[in-house]
């Protein structure tokens, strides 16, 4: 009985909201005023109701896997065997771990034949699985818990034709908080969109690099944008609007998005890995005095993180033990005589720095991410981890072996030295292979995206070769 009345219950929800888009387009169309109609805000709360009753079943099952890791794992390698197809596919009758890694031996990303690749590289932000689904989930319901008018009717604006949720959502979820329709691939549009809406509370993007991209272009096209907002193209004429975008901009960069949107709390971005730098420029300029939250952390592949405290520091993620079946590779310093074994989620140490190991059911190959992360923590049994660099990006003129991770932080205490100067990008290669010595002695040369800094003077210049070598001695080669 109790059942049947659940079952009945739930037909009249979904009937409801069935019927509630073409009356709430039908309502919006009548209304001449701003306020959204009482349709729609119905059809928010009766979403945004779902989706929490949806998000509460993802988090008991997270909490149910990461508290037995092993087992949790155990299943992931069977489904990725019992889903694969082909040749490629020789444990069709063995789900044993060990097994599973003798006969699958590690391949890098770059080995991986071309067919494998295009099949574990996401083409877009959206990927499949179940933690593309959490991430989704629980990221909005965590964001909501820490910034409760974000995800209110006409709170959230993306701003890229690429979202920062890993999965999109069905109907009538996609449309929670959005001041415009989901799916538009027009960045122009896009923004126009948001620039109309004063009450933002939170800004989405792709990722942080395109945010940079969005905000340059803001910049450089504000008074097209603004004629366009004043002739009301789209929408209605919204001369004053168009008054306070131009004045916004006259005022410089640094500020700008609170400037635009006075309401606005966070920035929500995807971190894929190579995102530090972009981040830091934007809220050192543009996003100065919001925060930014990132809901999962996706390399090659699929999502490998889910991050569920928008209020902590960026960049924690759990790594959870569903499909993609992820190992960890330890990372030691100097040269290695052997690979060392990987091991399993439960197995990971606070400090220790790995590389990630990913399998899906897609091309069943355990490769080598080239993604490293170290481990700060735990959630239940599972490691919570911090991305740090990448593998194989390393400089050696002399054999020193700089990774990525000490050149940036050299290269961010230099410019931190040089006032007015903020780090958007950079780029280092070995003379070599630019064929630029002309006869001297091996070097690097270091190319940077700078803003609120014309001309290097050989002061600043200076300043960034005594900064490098006090750093670490392998740095001297700059």
Known sequence: MLMLLFLLLFLLLLLLLLLLPPLAVLRQQQSQGPRLSWLACLQHHVAWGLLCWAAAWQQRRLEQRTLYVGQSQQQALRRCLKRAQGPRCPLRGSTDMSTF????????????????????????NQHQGEASLQATLLGLTALNKAYPEALAPGGKACVTPASPWP??????WHALGHVSPTGSKDPGALLLEALRSPGLRALEAGTAVELLDVFSGLEANGEELAEAIAAGNPGAPLPRRAAELLEALEQGSRGLALRLWPKLQVVVTLDAGGQAEAVAALGALWCQGLDFFSPAYAASGGVVGLNLWPEKPRGLY???????LIELLPVKEGPQEEAAPTILLAEAQKGKKYELVLTDHASLTRCCLGDVVRVVGAYNQCPVVRFIGRL?????VRGE????????????????????????????VESSILDSSGGSAPHYEVF??????????????????RMCPSLAYHLRAL
Request: aromatic share 4%; proline share 10%.
């Open 101 to 124: 890694r003798n006969h699958l031996p590690l391949t890098k990303a770059s080995q991986a034949p071309e067919e494998e690749r295009e099949g574990q590289l996401p083409t877009s």
């Open 167 to 172: 999965q999109a959502l069905p109907w009538p």
């Open 318 to 324: 759990v790594l959870p033990p569903g499909a993609p």
């Open 392 to 396: 194989g990006q390393t400089l050696s």
């Open 401 to 428: 072996d700089i990774g990525e991770d000490m050149f940036s932080e050299a290269l961010g205490q230099a410019v931190g030295q040089w006032p007015g100067a903020k780090l958007l990008d950079h780029s280092c």
């Open 448 to 465: 940077v995206a700078l803003r609120g800094l014309r001309n290097l003077s050989e002061e600043n210049r200076d300043k960034s070769r």
